[in-house]
Each structure stands twice: as structure tokens, then as C-alpha cells.
């Protein structure tokens, strides 16, 4: 089956938000957001919260920018070799036409293959985890694009992380940096508070001893945190359990 004009991307190469760095980033139509999302709309999604992101969504889900999925994924192809990616910045997976709640893996695979010469690639789902999706992540995984779990629940995120899935997981503003639950230790993302002497940590600089971003880590053995905020965190936070 062709793949919906749901799976409109637009890429983005050196970006300018503020949170990445001049990496390149991507969005997706908002025709990709799982109705498993429950950050959705006004709920919490950072993406709706964001007066900028948000106007170019809106066009980018018009069918106003972007790109259909095969000239994207030459667009990705086209990227230079050695430099950070990070997909989704807005908006999720392209889902399979004929299941809106399953990642549409052959389409996956395609982009994670486009994203070998890079020196990393990851991105985020609200698609539910059950076997398929995560057979999804695993195999776009050993092609060198990581997809992150996302989840607002430290419980739901402990049982991923046991089995192997990189998780994220949003938290209440108040949260602590490092905690652990149900055995499982969670670490707030770096550019959410301040680096040694003061320093703003961005995708781009985020890593240390790892060498790569954080959310671009398939074996890591932590959750990563995003504490709720914002202009809808008090929505974001409502969420977090
Ligand atoms: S953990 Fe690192 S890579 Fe992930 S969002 Fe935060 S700064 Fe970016």
C-alpha cells in the first residue's frame, strides 16, 4: 500500500532550536501522532506549545512544506556524512496505512538505512509497545537509528528499559536529576538543567564520556527524563505517574 500524505517530513539542516543545536532535526505531519498519545492537542505536547514549531506544523500538516516520505528520505541520504540527526522534533513515526497504532517498519528501515553516514540518528514514538513496535525499534536500532520510548509513566518506562527498549519519560518539573524506580535508575536530560561552570548543554554537546547524545544510545542503562515544561507542563505534568 503507497504510504499516506500523512507521512509528509520536512527536514531542517543546520536547525536553529535552541535546544539541539545546528544539527539536523525533522518534523513529521501531525497525521503521524498515534491516538495513544495522551500529550496530544493542548495535553502536554511540547510541539503545540512552541509558537513557532506549532506555525510551521500547521503548514508542514497542511501539505504547505515538506515532503512526501521517498524524496525525504533522499533528502536524509543527502545529508553530510558525520553529523547529528535527530527526527520528530514534532510529530511521531509514519504509521502503517492500514493500522494508524503500528509504525510502518519497511518505511522505517528505509530512512534508517539513509541515516548510516551519519554519526548519529534518533527520534521518539508515542506509538503503543507492544511486540511489532518493538521488533520496529529493534531493528531500526541496528541500523544506526534509535527510537526512543516515550512515556510519562516511571513505571511503564522501568519495564522497557528491562527489556532493552531506549526509553525517555517525561516527569514533574519538581523531579530530582537522578532517582531510581523499580530498580531502574532515571537521569533528567542534560539540556534541562546547567552543565559544569554554568554551561548550556544542547544535543549537539550532550554525551560526554559516551560520545554520543544521550538519546542517540541504544545500549544505555538509565531512562532519560524530561521535566514537564513550558507553556502546557502543568498539562504534561498531569500525565507523569
Ligand atoms: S538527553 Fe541529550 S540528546 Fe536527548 S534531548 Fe537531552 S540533550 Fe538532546
Redesign the pocket.
Known sequence: MAPAESHRAALSFPSSNAK?GPIAVSSTSRLTCPSSCPLAGDQGCYAEAGFRTRLQWDRLSRGESGLPAAAFIKQVLALPAGILFRHCVAGDQWPEPANPLRIDQGLLLQLAKATRHLRAAWSYTHFPMGPANQATLRLAAAQGLVINASTESRSVAAGLQRQGIPVVCVVPPDAPAVFRHQGVRFVA???SRRGRGGRK???IS?GGRWGL????VAARSFV?TFPAHGALAAAAAHHCS
Open positions: 539541539t536530560c542534560p539540556a548543554i544542547q544535543c550532550c547524545p544521550l538519546c542517540a532519560i
